[in-house]
């Protein structure tokens, strides 16, 4: 049964107010293929019963679940390669020279999904930094999706995923197989706090971060959300901080302190030098 357009507003008012992704009318073919699996998982016919259901209970378990199935959680390691280019080889030396001896490092992973990001930035610190072993390192992600949220918690991964971006050597060095799927290995997961978070809400006392990304998850949002984000961004951002967008991400046309650079592999965001 095809989602009727009535039951298809309402769903997409249902997932703004949860989530505050604007779907347009252009999206209920991709509605309908995200919560087919819902269907089987609550033993209902069709997406028009589920809209039926949260219609009766709005607080429910597949409340959640619905906004967790929505949210778009495409990701690989090193995912377009050009921000961790810029992140080995510009920026961690010109943070780690200003710095000098045993300090402090903040990484955030502000939209991690099931967590390729944040453990691609764990197994480049841990092989191309060795100077960072006196400082303390914190690295943190997190996500909308409580589902993810978990995922990256396990650091399990399949065949399919520890083939898209993670070169072989660093599976054998960071990674033990069980049956057909590969595990971090504690050394890494273990450095990782991981916490759910809408970024379009209420955003929880957080530490000042040397580096945060924040890639491939504003252009879910509406001008008005994308620029309270990065509002709230501006005041976690270390005085030196960086900040990595997606590639088709910018600040363009919103008012914000954020100052863009052109990097050496790909721009990069700071805060107006004093």
């Not at 495409?74 to 943070?95: G, H, S, V, W």
Request: glycine fraction near 6%.
């Amino acid at each position: 049964m095809t989602l009727n357009q009535t039951d298809f507003e309402y769903l997409a008012k249902f997932v703004l107010e949860h989530s505050a992704i604007s779907l347009g009318s252009d999206k209920m073919y991709l509605i309908e293929s995200r919560l087919a699996p819902l269907c089987r998982q609550y033993g209902v016919a069709n997406v028009s019963e589920i809209v039926a259901s949260i219609r009766q209970n709005p607080r429910s378990k597949l409340s959640s679940s619905i906004v967790d199935a929505v949210t778009t959680n495409e990701t690989y390691f090193f995912r377009d390669a050009k921000p961790f280019d810029e992140l080995a080889k510009e920026t961690l030396p010109r943070i780690i020279a200003k710095k000098g001896a045993r300090s402090t490092l903040n990484v955030w992973s502000a939209a991690c999904s099931s967590g390729q990001e944040i453990y691609s930035v764990a197994m480049m610190l841990e092989d191309s930094f060795p100077e960072l072993k006196n400082w303390d390192v914190k690295l943190y992600a997190s996500d909308i999706s409580n589902a993810m949220v978990e995922r990256t918690k396990a650091g399990v991964f399949n065949q399919l995923e520890v083939g898209r971006g993670l070169p072989a050597a660093l599976l054998i060095k960071h990674f033990n197989r069980k049956g057909e799927s590969f595990h971090v290995k504690d050394y890494l997961k273990g450095r990782l706090q991981v916490f759910p978070l809408n970024l379009a809400s209420t955003w929880p006392s957080l530490p000042s971060f040397d580096i945060v990304f924040l890639r491939n998850v504003l252009i879910y949002f509406d001008p008005v959300v994308k620029q309270e984000i990065l509002q709230k961004t501006e005041r976690v951002l270390a005085k030196d901080g960086v900040l990595f967008l997606g590639g088709s991400e910018s600040t363009l046309g919103l008012k914000t302190k954020l100052v863009r650079e052109i990097g050496k592999f790909c721009p990069w965001y700071r805060l107006p030098s004093s």
